[in-house]
T-cell receptor, first 115, second 116 residues
Framework: AQSVAQPEDQVNVAEGNPLTVKCTYS??????LFWYVQYPNRGLQFLLK??????LVKGSYGFEAEFNKSQTSFHLKKPSALVSDSALYFC?????????????FGSGTRLSIRP | DSGVTQTPKHLITATGQRVTLRCSPR?????VYWYQQSLDQGLQFLIQ???????AKGNILERFSAQQFPDLHSELNLSSLELGDSALYFC???????????????FGPGTRLTVL
């Protein structure tokens, strides 16, 4: 079955420090992976996606994610956190079981950046 | 701003009632998706339409239905509402070229439904 897991409900980081939000996946076939961010009272915003190619994917707002096939992980990273990065982050995988493009989301990780 | 619009922003109604949520996709996008976000179920896919036709169904209740019109906007109809239907309902759109597997979905701001 296609699934993603975000093992941490909450991640707390001091401003200026590097941050990592973890995600592991389980798919049949090639994984198509995404990261979205949700700010309070807002919709989801696309950050980045991995389809194929370079294992390090760069996205919006200085975020990047590293695809690791052997560990089936797709962790989101940023070298230097900002207070404005505080939000809810979702890892997602495209469901390859059908020709449709529906996405399966993880449970979300709340990122809190303290000044 | 993703370019996807949803109305209304908030909706408060009573149990047993019926409501309609509206979504306008980004210009040029043919696919529309509906998702439900609740505290206990997380973010769940409900249904997808492509160019007016249903393409995929997820965890959508029989009391819920959707359609996509010729101008590509979509409506999600929720009937016989229950307290548990209170949630944030998101619409997303993508280019949705037939056969494309990697297109990005862009989300609207959502409609917050409260059933009293």
């Amino acid at each position: 079955a296609q699934s993603v897991a975000q093992p941490e409900d909450q991640v707390n980081v001091a401003e200026g420090n590097p941050l990592t939000v973890k995600c592991t996946y389980s798919v049949s076939g090639n994984p198509y992976l995404f990261w979205y961010v949700q700010y309070p009272n807002r919709g989801l915003q696309f950050l980045l996606k991995y389809i194929t190619g370079d294992n390090l994917v760069k996205g919006s707002y200085g975020f990047e994610a590293e695809f690791n096939k052997s560990q089936t992980s797709f962790h989101l990273k940023k070298p230097s956190a900002l207070v404005s990065d505080s939000a809810l982050y979702f890892c997602a995988v495209r469901d390859m079981r059908s020709s449709a493009s529906k996405i399966i989301f993880g449970s979300g990780t709340r990122l809190s950046i303290r000044p | 701003d993703s370019g996807v619009t949803q109305t209304p922003k908030h909706l408060i109604t009573a149990t047993g009632q019926r409501v309609t949520l509206r979504c306008s996709p980004r210009s040029g996008d043919l696919s529309v998706y509906w998702y439900q976000q609740s505290l206990d179920q997380g973010l769940q896919f409900l249904i997808q339409y492509y160019n007016g036709e249903e393409r995929a169904k997820g965890n959508i209740l029989e009391r819920f239905s959707a359609q996509q019109f010729p101008d590509l906007h979509s409506e999600l109809n929720l009937s016989s509402l229950e307290l548990g239907d209170s949630a944030l309902y998101f619409c997303a759109s993508s280019v949705g070229v037939r056969g494309a597997t990697t297109d990005t979905q862009y989300f609207g701001p959502g409609t917050r439904l409260t059933v009293l």
